[in-house]
């Protein structure tokens, strides 16, 4: 069966160009024969997986940190995803992209070790949600909602910003912070996430949907204003 | 879920709804109808505009977010872990 190689639109998905959210800078997509490869690995070619990790471990590497959030485990799921990608080459049957596949490895092999870790005290999403009166209306009447948008400049500049927000990701749940990770900082397709996690489209559009309120409830609170 | 058109009741149309739809309406994913009211609806409601423009701030500030590469000993480790699996591999054959 021909191996689908079909490459992506780097850097940001088919939903990616959302409208005033700057995208990504797109990242460099393998040149060629990454087909010949897979089926080299197939044929147990220790050289053709040592091209294929060359060409994606740095994308593992990266979704496995910011999944597992250190560099041991980060390296125990790099070296589990590979020697997978070796063992079990002739399960991979071409119907969803290569790096789809390679997605699954990683996030799986992150998930397992993010499940086994003693949950520590869990946030309520539901204390950063926002919230609305009876009549569907933003909770406070009008005038309620503070436009913290343009408050965080110096934040962002002083990088301040961004621990406040890995901490907040680290309070998702794992799944949930899978989502986020392939979507907004991966630019990965919801279609190719679901095939990555087993989870529908819709069901994709929703956990990445009420993570960024989550994720909006915690730095508005942070900035000092109300999370509805 | 099924969700309610918000078609034609940009006035009447209430925040929560507004709020289900900004995933869909930032991709663009909304159809033409629904994306005309929805804006129709912002230009009546600041509250909905401040939520717009401070949830379209968390996802920009998420995608600023950067993880560090692989570090160059790191991806030599498991290079060599790699090689050895796969020539231990060969020689048990």
Same mark, same amino acid.
């Given at each position: 069966m021909a191996v689908n190689t079909k490459r992506r639109? +780097?850097? &940001?998905?088919?939903?990616?160009? =959302? &409208?005033g959210v700057p995208p990504q800078a797109p990242a460099r997509q393998p040149a060629e024969e990454e087909g010949s490869l897979v089926e080299r690995v197939k044929a147990k070619d220790a050289q053709a997986l040592e091209a294929l990790y060359r060409r994606y471990c740095s994308r593992v590497y990266r979704q496995a940190i910011a999944l597992v959030g250190n560099e041991a485990e980060a390296e125990e799921v790099v070296q589990e995803v590979f020697l997978t990608l070796y063992e079990?080459?002739?399960?991979?049957?071409?119907? +969803? +992209?290569f790096s789809t596949w390679l997605y699954r490895l990683a996030t799986n092999a992150a998930l397992t070790r993010l499940r086994r &870790?003693?949950?520590?005290k869990e946030v309520s999403y539901e204390d950063y949600l926002p919230k609305y009166e009876p009549d569907g209306h933003h909770l406070g009447g009008a005038g309620s909602v503070v436009d913290w948008s343009q408050d965080t400049e110096k934040l962002l500049a002083s990088k301040e910003l961004h621990g406040i927000l890995r901490q907040a990701l680290d309070q998702l749940r794992p799944v949930d912070k899978a989502v986020v990770m392939l979507s907004d900082? =991966?630019?990965?397709p919801n279609r190719e996430i679901g095939q990555a996690l087993g989870l529908s489209v819709p069901a994709v559009k929703i956990r990445l949907h009420r993570a960024r309120l989550f994720l909006r409830g915690r730095l508005a609170v942070t900035l000092g204003h109300s999370p509805f | 879920m099924a969700r309610r058109s918000i078609v034609g009741r940009a006035q009447s149309a209430i925040c929560r709804e507004i709020t289900d739809l900004l995933l869909d309406y930032l991709t663009g994913e909304l159809d033409r109808g629904t994306a005309s009211a929805f804006e129709d609806h912002l230009r009546l409601c600041s509250d909905c505009v401040a939520f717009l423009n401070t949830y379209k701030k968390t996802v920009h500030v998420t995608r600023s977010l950067r993880y560090e590469s692989i570090p160059a000993e790191l991806e030599r480790r498991v290079r060599r872990f790699l090689r050895e699996r796969t020539q231990k591999g060969r020689r048990g054959r």
């Open positions: 639109a +780097a850097g &940001r998905g088919p939903q990616g160009a =959302e &409208r079990k080459a002739k399960t991979f049957r071409g119907e +969803a +992209a &870790r003693k949950r520590t900082l =991966e630019g990965v | -």
